[in-house]
């Protein structure tokens, strides 16, 4: 079941997927759903199966078990018929060095049996992606961002309906990362739909309309993000600090206040609605208390990523099994908050601080998606 | 699933577009251009050249007389076949028609199989075998084209250097004989029609390795190994067709190479999947 609102169709479907390397299990009874017309980010650390998935959605590789379905039909036996209509970017760019960007575009327009207007097409993919000054040198010089720029301009060639981008920021600096992520918002103005795989909370934060969270070859939620967090954060937070910060705990049962987190960086306070907030920061000034600021809080992917890592922590220690804590610096290494963070880069400090209401909601209220059964959680650890 | 990709329709064009690519990437690469030449030059030119122009130019009738004399280790049906009145000239013909075949063959195989080698696991390991994996070229379109894209070089080779050897040989060796007489029918022949299903048959093998193997070394490697004893075995058929009896020898052993080298393609194919392509196949 998918938490986009029901107009959207969905373009690619993944039910029950599975799929081994040998004795790896990259894949786990996987369900995706990626509605037309958006951008469906898939976010989870390295491993997750993120890569796996976009080749299992074109028929790249044939998973082991399961039903998918692109545009409606099986990518493996009808792969004819869907991966013309696909474009991939690759987490490598996968370009030939040896050829000039000129014939790298032509190899995949014939390819991708572009007959009318080629040289057009090239020179406007590639004038669009800022390449075109560069379109006879070898690929061989180019730098990582043009590479990129490259691969993003022979994925639109053959005017896809669906495009695959796999981790497309890889290796650029933060300029590169940002017009890259501008253009790929571009895509879906023009009606395309893309899939980006990505491990940074950052990226997926400001482009997706619909997000997967992967982990251990398995979903472990999706839906648009506003329904994501509205759904964990169903009531309004608002972080107050005082110089006091201990006198903040005379707040925990007034009226209207449905919870409470109290640390030193502020204490996120959780109402039932927000205009109540005037009135109790009046009734804190009259009570004595040192208000410093006040500000409203909106809850992020990156608090929704950690929020349900960490309740799946704790259900699996509950369990009595031994996971990895999604806070702890050494077991969890793979997944970046934002640019310049890559693998093994993080440490406590950058750690975002987890400040979300107490427990989530009853299980027999949420839809099926955003379940978290057991068995995800036997799996996934 | 299925894990078996339908074989569909064959799109020509498709293949003709990757193997094109293929050669492209060859044409622009001078480490692998310049040895390509260097080898054919080598073997269809200059050392022919020197040895043709030693017997029949310089004045030392007694090594032609000693060669001439091992002339007669030949098949007398091969003998029969020698023109020529001096000694010289007779021996010039006899190395010119018949001891530089295996020539011919070492050339497009050992060319060929050097790019056949590196075709696929070279796309792995550049990580375009990606871009192959996710494109609409069937498997079946793939391999076709990596087949042609390594059987180019090597044949095209090969028949650049005998035009080059044809004209040498008739220059060279010519006015001792009568006039110009290369190629005879039996290397026509070998040329046409034994080596092409040999190169095909060797290719098949090696385009097998390349999509098994982890690194173009290990291929390079693996494919040697098989290539030789094929190159051992042209090398005697295409001999023993020339030295037999006229030309039905190199008919029969053509159409005996074709048909292994048709099946061996055919199962050739199964061998390129897009799970190798990526280089997760297990």
């Not at chain 1, 039903?67 to 009808?78: H, K, L």
């Not at chain 1, 009135?279 to 929704?304: F, K, N, S, W």
């Not at chain 2, 074989?7 to 690519?21: E, I, K, L, Q």
């Not at chain 2, 690469?29 to 260097?38: A, E, W």
């Amino acid at each position: 079941m998918d938490t986009n609102p029901p107009h959207t169709n969905a373009i690619v479907e993944l039910s029950g997927i599975g799929h081994s390397f040998g004795a790896t299990e990259a894949l786990k009874n996987l369900d995706m759903s990626v509605p037309e017309g958006r951008i469906t980010v898939l976010l989870g650390p390295n491993g997750a199966g993120k890569t796996t998935t976009a080749r299992v959605v074109t028929g790249a590789l044939t998973a082991d078990s399961g039903r998918v379905r692109t545009f409606g039909r099986d990518p493996v036996t009808e792969g004819h018929l869907v991966r013309p209509h696909c474009g991939v970017v690759s987490a490598k760019p996968a370009l030939y060095d040896r050829l000039s960007g000129r014939d790298n575009l032509d190899y995949s327009a014939e390819l991708y049996g572009v007959k009318t207007d080629k040289e057009r097409r090239i020179r406007d993919a590639a004038g669009r992606f800022g390449i075109d000054a560069a379109l006879d040198d070898l690929v061989g010089g180019y730098s990582t961002g043009m590479k990129t720029r490259l691969a993003l301009a022979r994925s639109i060639l053959h005017d896809p309906r669906l495009l695959l981008f796999d981790e497309p920021t890889s290796g650029l600096d933060p300029e590169s990362s940002s017009a890259v992520l501008s253009y790929i918002r571009d895509m879906t103005t023009e009606g395309r739909t893309v899939v980006m795989c990505t491990h940074l909370l950052s990226e997926a934060e400001g482009l997706a309309d619909h997000i997967v969270i992967m982990e251990g070859g398995t979903d472990l939620i999706s839906g648009s993000p506003e329904v994501l967090t509205k759904r964990f954060w169903p009531h309004p937070v608002v972080t107050l600090n005082s110089s006091d910060q201990r006198l903040l705990e005379r707040m925990r049962g007034w009226n209207g206040v449905v919870g409470m987190r109290n640390d030193p960086s502020g204490a996120r306070i959780e109402l039932d609605d927000i205009d109540r907030v005037p009135d109790l920061v009046a009734a804190l000034v009259a009570d004595g208390i040192p208000i410093t600021r006040v500000e409203p809080h909106t809850p992020t992917l990156e608090d929704l990523y950690f929020l349900i890592r960490r309740k799946l922590g704790e259900r699996a220690r509950a369990d009595g099994l031994e996971v990895a804590d999604p806070l702890d610096p050494v077991s969890n290494t793979t997944l970046a908050p934002s640019h310049g963070m890559g693998p093994g880069s993080r440490s406590a400090d950058h750690m975002p601080v987890i400040e979300v209401p107490d427990g989530l909601p009853p299980m027999t209220e949420r839809p099926h998606e955003t379940d978290l059964h057991e068995t995800d959680l036997r799996e996934t650890r | 699933m299925s894990a078996i990709e339908p074989n569909g329709s064959f799109d020509w064009h498709r293949m003709w577009v990757v193997a094109r690519t293929d050669l492209r990437q060859l044409l622009k690469s001078k480490d692998y251009l310049l040895p390509m030449v260097g080898l054919g030059l080598v073997f269809f030119v200059v050392v022919p050249t020197a040895l043709l122009l030693t017997l029949t130019r310089v004045d030392s009738s007694t090594m032609a007389a000693r060669v001439s004399d091992s002339l007669a280790i030949l098949p007398e049906a091969a003998q029969a076949q020698i023109l020529g009145s001096t000694p010289g000239g007779r021996t010039a013909y006899a190395l010119a028609v018949f001891l530089f075949a295996p020539v011919a063959v070492v050339v497009p195989l050992t060319i060929s199989t050097a790019v056949g080698a590196a075709t696929i696991v070279g796309e792995r390991e550049r990580g375009t075998g990606e871009f192959l994996a996710h494109s609409p070229a069937s498997v079946r379109e793939i391999y076709m084209g990596k087949l042609f894209a390594s059987v180019i070089p090597g044949y095209a080779t090969t028949i650049v250097g005998f035009g080059l050897y044809s004209l040498m040989v008739n220059l060279v060796v010519g006015p001792d004989v009568g006039g110009w007489f290369f190629p005879t029918s039996q290397w026509w022949v070998m040329m046409l029609w034994i080596i092409p299903p040999f190169l095909l048959l060797a290719l098949s093998l090696v385009l097998r390795l390349s999509a098994r193997v982890k690194s173009t070394a290990a291929a390079q490697q693996a494919s040697g190994l098989i290539t030789l004893p094929l190159i051992g075995i042209a090398y005697s058929q295409a001999t023993g067709s020339l030295l037999g009896n006229g030309d039905s020898a190199g008919w029969i052993v053509g159409a005996v190479a074709w048909a292994i080298a048709l099946v061996s393609l055919h199962r050739g194919v199964r061998s390129v999947t897009r799970n190798r392509l990526l280089g997760v196949a297990q």
